[in-house]
């Protein structure tokens, strides 16, 4: 059964930087894409990033000038560094991963920018 588990969010102040972590229960190559989306309060959830299995990435239009996603195959872990936090950066965020057209989430880590 495929999991992956997100690390890494927590309260911070604005201006500040943080890096998420999601490990993945198997070879992240196996995987078509794999990614991050948000869940800000009270909002839908919205693309953040993804990376696809040759190392192509892609950015939501409001993050990419702050976000970086990258992989580590050997330890099948995606990361999201946020730069800059600011307070509209508060969300749950998750990540993925889809195999062709089925999709494999995590359960979310909660990112809190507040001073």
């Known amino acids: 059964q495929v999991q992956l588990v997100e690390s890494g969010g927590g309260l911070v102040q604005p201006g500040s930087s943080l890096k998420l972590s999601c490990a993945v229960s198997?070879?992240?190559?196996?995987?078509?894409?794999v990614g991050w989306h948000r869940r800000p309060p009270g909002k839908e959830r919205e693309f953040v990033a993804r990376i696809n299995v040759g190392g192509v990435t892609h950015y939501g239009e409001s993050v990419k000038d702050r976000f970086t996603i990258s992989r580590d195959h050997t330890k099948n872990t995606l990361y999201l560094q946020i730069d800059s936090l600011k307070p509209e950066d508060t969300a749950v965020y998750y990540c993925?991963?889809?195999?062709?057209?089925?999709?494999?989430w995590g359960r979310g880590t909660q990112v809190t920018v507040s001073s």
């Open positions: 993925y991963g889809n195999i062709l057209s089925n999709y494999y």
């Open positions: 198997e070879n992240i190559f196996n995987f078509n894409n």
